[in-house]
C-alpha cells in the first residue's frame, strides 16, 4: 500500500515556473514507479511524467518536454515535479500516482493522491 499528498499548486502567470510535489507513506513507495498526471476542466486525465523506482529513467509528455523535470528522492519518499515556462493549457489538477508493479509509463497506477490545483493564467 502507498499513501500520496501532493502540495506546491497555486496560481501563476504564463511564463512562471511551480514545483509541485508528493509526500509518500508505505513500505513499497521505493520500489514502486512514480507518474505524474492532470486533468483539464472537461478533458480525460493525461499523462505528464513519470520515473522509475530508482529514479533511473524518467518519461514526459511530448507536451511538457524540456519544460518540466520529475525527480524522486527515496530517502525523503518524495517525488518533485519541476514546472517551468507554464502554459494556459497546462492548467488543471495534478495527481501523483504510484505503484510498485507497473511500468512508469503505465496508465493502470493502483494508488493516487487527491490532486493539487494548477491555473496557469494568460
Known amino acids: 500500500q502507498v499513501q500520496l499528498v501532493e502540495s506546491g499548486g497555486g496560481l501563476v502567470q504564463a511564463g512562471d515556473s511551480l514545483r509541485l510535489s508528493c509526500a509518500a507513506s508505505g513500505r513499497t513507495f521505493r520500489r514502486s514507479a512514480m507518474g505524474w498526471f492532470r486533468q483539464a476542466p472537461g478533458k480525460e486525465r493525461e499523462f505528464v511524467a513519470a520515473i522509475s523506482w530508482s529514479g533511473g529513467g524518467t518519461y514526459y509528455a511530448d507536451s511538457v518536454k524540456g519544460r518540466f523535470t520529475i525527480s524522486r528522492d527515496n530517502a525523503k519518499n518524495t517525488v518533485d515535479l519541476q514546472m517551468n515556462s507554464l502554459k494556459p493549457e497546462d492548467t488543471g489538477v495534478y495527481y501523483c500516482?504510484?505503484?510498485?508493479?507497473?511500468?512508469?509509463?503505465?496508465?493502470?497506477?493502483?494508488?493516487w493522491g487527491q490532486g493539487t490545483q494548477v491555473t496557469v493564467s494568460s
Open positions: 500516482a504510484a505503484d510498485p508493479r507497473v511500468t512508469p509509463t503505465s496508465l493502470s497506477y493502483n494508488y
